[in-house]
């Protein structure tokens, strides 16, 4: 018998090193991670961010079943907004539209186009994959780029100093080369 309940205890042993840091081998087989079948080998933050990425698309697949559409895009616009201010663009960049369009330039490779007359911005983000951290390119929905489009409104409002209209004209998720947002002074 004591030899029954050593093995038992190796076999939860096993299971726990198995399992590493909360993701166990099976999420990552679901996921597509290719490597390491033990996700204890799997670097933790990799790990996380890939389950991360997963349950985000996930609860974006549910949250959009029997939802009015308008109530989702309000939500994540939310999201977005909240995501503009932690890269606080107004504090660096208020009163001066054509800096913040270099910076983005240089850093992320964002093409602008400014209609001064209309008051209108076309944001064209760089082609390639989507720029946000929480994006599985595979499995997430294209209503999160509503995310995208609450942090041009935060980021342009912050600029300007005033209300402005965006809409998404192109997204990456949906099957475009690169995202477009028309920003409309108000």
């Known amino acids: 018998m004591a030899a029954g309940k050593g093995d038992h205890m190796d076999r939860k042993e096993f299971l726990k090193s198995a399992c590493g840091l909360g993701v166990c081998g099976c999420a990552l087989s679901v996921l597509g991670a290719a490597g390491p079948l033990v996700a204890a080998e799997a670097p933790a933050e990799d790990q996380r961010l890939a389950f991360a990425r997963y349950q ?32 606080q663009v107004g504090a660096r960049f208020k009163g001066d539209p054509e800096g913040y369009f270099a910076a983005a330039r240089k850093n992320w490779g964002t093409e602008f186009a400014w209609d001064k007359a209309r008051g209108v911005v076309t944001v064209a983000v760089a082609e390639g994959d989507c720029g946000c951290p929480l994006v ?18 935060e980021s342009f409002e912050a600029i300007f100093g005033r209300p402005v ?11 475009a080369k690169r995202c477009v947002f028309e920003v409309s002074l108000a």
Do not use: H, I
């Open 136 to 153: 599985d390119q595979r499995r997430t929905p294209a209503v999160w780029c509503n995310c995208s489009v609450g942090y041009q409104k």
């Open 56 to 87: 985000l698309a996930k609860l974006l697949g549910f949250m959009t079943e029997g939802t009015p559409a308008q109530s989702c895009a309000s939500v994540l616009e939310k999201t977005g907004r909240e995501c503009a201010k932690l890269g």
């Open 165 to 175: 209209r965006a809409r998404l004209k192109e997204s990456k998720l949906a099957g």
